[in-house]
């Protein structure tokens, strides 16, 4: 199994632009998350899905868009790109509720709004 | 103030020393969980508990539902330890974390 993985690794964005992150799972797991992370910030969710068809807003859901057509995979939208956006984004699935079941986490893309 | 609270921020010890790293929290949760940030960015899930103590190899997280603190601890640290640890509130699918502390272990 490739476990989560995230493309791109690394994104230079011109504020206004827009552009997906995409994220995929080969686990078959119901449960997938994105995640942003600040310096001294921590990581803050920003949606997340229980299953194809269903998402749900996180503590940081501004700017952002999600779906969830497959169980596979759970892109990440962003609209109109803003400096504020600069960040270390992080997609993680688990097998069922984030609260019952381990999260597998990708290996993050890089994100730069100039 | 956040709703978790990891302590200390940046902790430096000799290779073999027992470490403890605290968090404590004020949501209710459904299950606690305990990452690894690696010095390269790569997150891994070391536990996930909502009772107890849970134990894997050198590494112990316990968890005090009703004074709502959890701790990891350490034993034996080697400088392969050194990392960032976060640990994460769970509550019905909204994750809230804590700032992480950044573990150096010096050989």
């Known amino acids: 199994n490739a476990g989560v993985t995230q493309t791109p690794k690394f994104q230079v964005l011109k504020t206004g632009q827009s552009m997906t992150l995409q994220c995929a799972q080969d686990m078959n797991h119901e449960y997938m998350s994105w995640y942003r992370q600040d310096p001294g910030m921590g990581l803050r969710l920003i949606h997340y899905?229980?299953?194809?068809?269903?998402?749900d807003q996180g503590e940081v859901p501004n700017g952002y868009n999600v779906s969830r057509s497959t169980t596979e995979d759970f892109p990440l939208r962003l609209l109109s790109a803003a400096p504020s956006q600069t960040s270390v984004y992080f997609c993680?699935?688990?097998?069922?509720?984030?609260?019952?079941?381990?999260?597998?986490f990708g290996p993050g893309t890089r994100l730069l709004v100039l | 103030k956040n709703e978790v609270e990891q302590s200390p921020q940046n902790l430096t010890a000799q290779e073999g020393e027992f470490i403890t790293i605290n968090c404590s929290y004020s949501v209710g949760i459904s299950a606690l969980h305990w990452l690894q940030q690696h010095p390269g960015g790569g997150i891994v899930s070391l536990f996930m508990l909502s009772s107890g103590k849970k134990k894997h190899g050198r590494l112990i997280a316990t968890i005090n539902i009703q004074e709502k603190h959890s701790s990891l601890h350490i034993t034996a640290s080697h400088p392969r330890d050194s990392a960032v640890y976060i640990c994460a509130a769970d509550s019905n699918n909204d994750m809230r974390f804590g700032a992480g502390t950044r573990l150096t272990v010096k050989p």
């Open positions: 993680a699935s688990s097998s069922g509720l984030a609260g019952v079941e381990t999260q597998y």
């Open positions: 899905s229980v299953g194809a068809g269903i998402t």
